[in-house]
Structures are given as C-alpha cells and as structure tokens.
C-alpha cells in the first residue's frame, strides 16, 4: 500500500469518525442540553452554598467573639469604684447568666458552624456556673455527643466535674476513664488521670491517688502531668523546695 493510498484511508477514517460524531450529537443534542444545564445547576448550587456558609460563619464567628468578651467582663463587689463606661458584673453567675443567652443565640442560629458548636459547650459550662445542672448536664452531653473530637473530650471534662459536684462520682471516674483511654489533644491522657487521682484523694483514697501519680511520674517525667505528679508525691515542705 503506497503513502497516497494510506493517507487517502486515514483521512476516509477521520471523515467516518467525525461524522459519526456530528450525527450522535445531533440526536442526542437534547440531552446534552439537558445534562449541561443539569451540570450547571449544580455547580451554581454548590458555588452559593459554599459562600453562604461562608457568610454564615463569617456572622457566627462574630456573634460569638462578642459572648465571649461578655464572659469576660470582670466582677466588681457592690459599692467597689468602677472606672466610667467600664462594664462589670456584681457576681459570676450573674455573669454567666447573661452569657448563657448570647451562647445559646448564637449555638442555636449558627449550629452548622464551628463557633456554633463551640458557643453549645460554653452554654454548658456557663450553665454550670449559675448552678442550672439539668440544662448543664443536657448540653454537655449534646456536645460531647457530637464528631468533633477535641470538643467532645472538652464536654466530658466538664461533665465530670458536674458529676462531681453532684454527688455522682462513679459517672465522673468513668468518663476519667474514658478520656485516658481516648486522649484528645485538647484532654490529653495525663490531665484526665491527675482529676482521677484529685478525685479519689477527695474519696479518701490516698492509696489508689499515690499509684495514679506513680504511674504518671514514670510514663512523662518530663511533661506537665509527670511534673505535677511529681510534685504531689513530693509535696515542698513549709519554707522548701519539692523533695527536701
């Protein structure tokens, strides 16, 4: 077959093939017509979703910077001098009554978003502080219910402590457990032993407190927790340092 007569095929091939192409499309054209818009629509979709949550946590995030700087007003006594336009509370639950509403506002509206979730477990904790412990308890355990991680370790500290307060140590020890079985780097293992061995300390339980300490002084000598554990096992006698 001589380079004429090949070039002759090729080009019969690619006539073929391209009007093939052109007959298929022109049959189909209504549903690549159909399917293109169908593309588009969900582009556009997922293009406005992604700036209204943008938008949206853009609002959460302010919203609850500005809880926030409520939970930190400072506390003045009755008849205490106040410097002028200074913003003061008269006690901490009055305080965290009055953040507890804007956490909620904004955990409620802006529930999606991550400020959202974190505003959830300050309504927890500032709960807690007014001494509500069924509404404390149920929102901690909405949060530490939920995928993240760090906020869920962070929930299940402070349901401990609410554990403690009433009376219901077992539940406390076991989410004590929990946390060192399951360390999040906002709970790391070691601080979640040293409220165990607190709390059997306060029990009365001095020896299961001691072997906790041990065990936390050997694993992480050179960390905060292996430190603090150190120093209870060592406590610095009046007027001296650890150890003398």
Same mark, same amino acid.
């Given at each position: 077959?001589?380079?004429?007569? @090949?070039?002759?095929?090729?080009?019969? !091939?690619?006539?073929?093939?391209? /009007?093939? *192409?052109?007959? &298929?499309?022109?049959?189909?054209?209504?549903?690549?017509?159909? =399917?293109?818009?169908?593309?588009?629509?969900?582009?556009?979709?997922?293009?406005?979703?992604?700036?209204?949550?943008? *938008? +949206?946590?853009?609002?959460? *995030?302010?919203?609850?910077?500005?809880?926030?700087?409520? %939970?930190?007003?400072?506390?003045?006594?009755?008849?205490?001098?106040?410097?002028?336009?200074?913003?003061?509370?008269? *006690?901490?639950?009055? +305080?965290?009554?009055? =953040?507890?509403?804007?956490?909620?506002?904004?955990?409620?509206?802006?529930?999606?978003?991550?400020?959202? #979730?974190?505003?959830? %477990?300050?309504?927890?904790? /500032?709960?807690?502080? !007014?001494?509500? $412990?069924?509404?404390?308890?149920? /929102?901690?355990?909405?949060?530490?219910?939920? &995928?993240? $991680?760090?906020?869920?370790?962070?929930? @299940?500290?402070?349901? =401990?402590?609410? %554990?403690?307060?009433?009376?219901?140590?077992?539940?406390?020890?076991?989410?004590?457990?929990?946390?060192?079985?399951?360390?999040?780097?906002?709970?790391?293992?070691?601080?979640?032993?040293?409220?165990?061995?607190?709390? %059997?300390?306060?029990?009365?339980?001095?020896?299961?407190? +001691? #072997?906790?300490?041990?065990?936390?002084?050997?694993?992480? =000598?050179?960390?905060?927790?292996?430190?603090?554990?150190?120093? #209870?096992? $060592?406590?610095?006698?009046?007027?001296?340092?650890?150890?003398?």
């Amino acid at each position: 077959m001589d380079q004429q007569t @090949k070039q002759a095929l090729k080009h019969d !091939q690619f006539v073929d093939t391209t /009007t093939h *192409s052109v007959e &298929w499309a022109s049959e189909n054209r209504r549903s690549l017509i159909v =399917a293109g818009v169908a593309l588009l629509a969900v582009i556009v979709v997922i293009v406005a979703s992604v700036l209204i949550y943008n *938008s +949206r946590a853009g609002q959460a *995030s302010v919203a609850f910077g500005a809880a926030m700087q409520d %939970y930190q007003t400072p506390l003045a006594a009755p008849g205490q001098p106040v410097p002028p336009g200074v913003k003061t509370y008269a *006690s901490v639950s009055d +305080r965290a009554k009055a =953040a507890n509403g804007l956490f909620l506002a904004v955990a409620d509206k802006y529930s999606m978003t991550p400020d959202g #979730k974190v505003a959830r %477990y300050f309504a927890g904790l /500032t709960y807690m502080e !007014q001494g509500q $412990n069924g509404p404390a308890e149920s /929102t901690l355990k909405e949060v530490a219910g939920g &995928w993240n $991680n760090d906020l869920a370790a962070l929930s @299940k500290l402070a349901l =401990a402590q609410l %554990y403690r307060q009433t009376n219901r140590d077992p539940q406390a020890v076991d989410l004590y457990n929990e946390l060192t079985a399951k360390p999040a780097t906002t709970v790391p293992a070691g601080i979640a032993q040293l409220q165990l061995a607190e709390l %059997y300390e306060a029990q009365g339980k001095p020896e299961l407190a +001691r #072997k906790i300490y041990a065990q936390l002084k050997d694993k992480d =000598a050179k960390g905060p927790a292996g430190q603090l554990a150190a120093q #209870k096992l $060592n406590p610095a006698p009046a007027g001296g340092p650890a150890g003398q």
